[in-house]
């Protein structure tokens, strides 16, 4: 077998930070992009075409040894379609279900006897009313498909607000979730790999701190995290991997709650690589984007060891500053250590457009490396350039 | 000013390993590719052009904001009518003449007071014999230009064998470098950068153990090395650095001679990233590659602080397995924390196509860092596919 072809659907900053982990390795990589100027086009080989589009799809996949995703939007009849007609779909659409809907997720958690929250599938504000007299308010509703960084998820603090989410109903969905609102400490996350062989791979479980619902910054590993707790989370992320026939990465959303059962609760899922891994890009031997290369080419997994104490991730969304790389001269003079990625998105308010990585060698630089990866992130978002950056 | 574009004359595995630097840092790379098929153009935009034609390389040049190197063998006068027209050639011709004529690099070392070997520019089998008369036998007959990897070079023990270098005198230069035969200890190598503004950036000494005149294994920084020695060596590499007007990396490779003068002798330098410094693409903060970039876009230049106690890297050279990627299965499973780098070069006998990185945390996991990466390298090159692997 010669260098194989992976085949990305989706031309977003995931697709795109697989490119230097496909040409380390020597892997040829395709995308298939929504459009020119999205990501990853600077990055790889390019196609572009509609996702949604099976015929474009099949093409595509007809030109790739496997076939993955930058995102769990393509429609899971036809990734079964592509599968029947002998396309290595990785992950494939039996196990991108749970990651595409929700309530299907909320029932395998239960069967697989996994910490939920407690929730309900509604499909009426009545039912939703209920629910919350029940369970107590607050609750939170979400559509099962379809969301992200807080989209498609709405807080529902009393039966007047449920009043206010009819049009929720009206939407294309048979019904939609309800969940208790969790009284939690912090937020969680576990990220392990799976290759189809069922080798899993298990990176520490870190601390993701969300801004407006977006992942903001990650401290891996969480610190002061409970041992046992860590070791349950992982247990079940590696759990859900398993039985769900995962292949790649798969990112598991927790809530913290202490005290409570096992000390967290399953929030959501995500089959690929993931903003809270993001910090094992420079922060891990291996780093997630390599990880999924290796697992969907069902190649042995690398080693997750940490390089240091800790590492901090911290997201730049677009903001002030329009011109990324005019701020690039103050932020590396001033943050030596600070590795800046730059995903090449126009700058757009709250877009996610860069990270900041920082490694803390030891227990005692944690500071210091959130200090970093904050300051680094906030001259590039702000854009304030040193005097002599005009040249 | 937006995200720059960095063009790379040449298309080896230097340029290739130049773009996942660039994607990272949302910097457009554009090489010069010297045909279809070399390492670099699977992996970077190209265009297929000869660097020894002026019209070419103009050409080039206007499309791109920074023009620099995968080699030193760019004509120096096309390189200064680059720079006649506006160019930013980085390194500059002023600076890489001193890489690309060892005659020149001598004669500069002695200015600036740095030790270098006795040598002589000889133009004839007399004066090569005269040199071995006065300054004893065996001496080291080099070509001023193109030699690498041991080409170029001959060793010289009585004056019958200089009898037999006629030759060599009979090449398209003025004069030959003669050079006596240093009895070094082992070879080591310094890695400085150095962007126009005149920062310079250090790494660690490494020590680079060389098999069959090919750079072969290197561990970072050299083990045992006298701190004064270590101290020195950086020192005189970054002086280089400064007196010759260096931009971008700068491998300097030093011969260890304990006991004598300062304890070690220039051996060659290279004005690029280099073999060498391959074990700061997982082995320390900043790698060689995005320290390159950074220098030769006069950004601020990067930590060059270890990650570990140790890094090894060893090179597999074109053996055996022509499938290199059938071999990744057996050196993934049985080396987890090897860092596999491939060039996607096409396999020919002692061809340098990859190399593997292992970090040793701490100084206890040196030996077991070196049989890793010796191991995984082995394996790759040889190619003894598991059982499994032919699925």
């Not at 589009?53 to 939007?73: C, G, S």
């Amino acid at each position: 077998m010669t260098f194989p072809l992976v085949g990305v659907v989706g031309g977003g900053q995931l697709a795109r930070m697989l490119a230097p982990a496909a040409i380390e390795l020597g892997i040829h990589l395709h995308v298939l992009a929504e459009s020119e100027d999205v990501s990853a086009t600077s990055a790889a080989r390019y196609t572009v075409g509609d996702y949604r589009d099976l015929d474009t799809l099949m093409r595509f996949a007809a030109t790739v040894d496997v076939l993955t995703f930058d995102h769990e939007h393509v429609p899971t009849e036809h990734l079964r379609t592509l599968e029947d007609s002998g396309v290595a779909v990785r992950p494939g659409p039996e196990a991108l279900q749970y990651a595409q809907d929700k309530l299907k997720m909320r029932s395998i958690a239960d069967e697989l006897g996994l910490p939920n929250p407690v929730w309900a599938a509604v499909d009426s504000v009545e039912a939703l009313v209920s629910f919350g007299e029940e369970h107590g308010w607050p609750v939170v509703l979400k559509t099962p498909r379809g969301g992200y960084d807080g989209k498609g998820v709405r807080v529902v603090r009393t039966p007047e607000e449920a009043a206010e989410t009819t049009e929720w109903f009206e939407l294309d969905f048979p019904a939609l979730l309800v969940e208790q609102l969790v009284p939690f400490s912090r937020e969680l996350s576990a990220q392990v790999a799976r290759r189809p062989s069922g080798e899993v791979a298990i990176y520490p479980i870190v601390e993701s701190l969300q801004t407006d619902s977006v992942c903001d910054v990650v401290t891996a590993p969480a610190p002061g995290l409970d041992p046992e707790v860590a070791a349950a989370a992982a247990e079940a992320a590696s759990t859900l991997a398993e039985r769900l026939g995962v292949v790649g990465m798969l990112a598991v959303e927790l809530f913290e709650t202490p005290g409570t059962g096992p000390g967290f609760l399953i929030n959501e899922l995500a089959m690929r690589p993931h903003n809270s891994g993001h910090w094992s890009m420079d922060g891990a031997v291996t780093g997630q984007f390599e990880q999924h290369l290796r697992a969907v080419l069902d190649l042995p997994l690398g080693s997750t060891q940490p390089l240091g104490a800790y590492t901090v991730m911290k997201n730049y969304l677009g903001g002030a500053n329009q011109d990324l790389y005019s701020a690039f001269d103050r932020a590396m003079s001033e943050y030596p250590s600070a590795k800046i990625h730059a995903y090449g998105k126009s700058v757009r308010p709250g877009r996610k457009v860069g990270h900041i990585n920082v490694i803390a060698a030891t227990e005692q630089d944690l500071n210091q490396a959130r200090a970093i990866a904050e300051g680094a992130a906030s001259v590039i978002r702000d854009g304030v350039p040193s005097a002599d950056s005009a040249r």
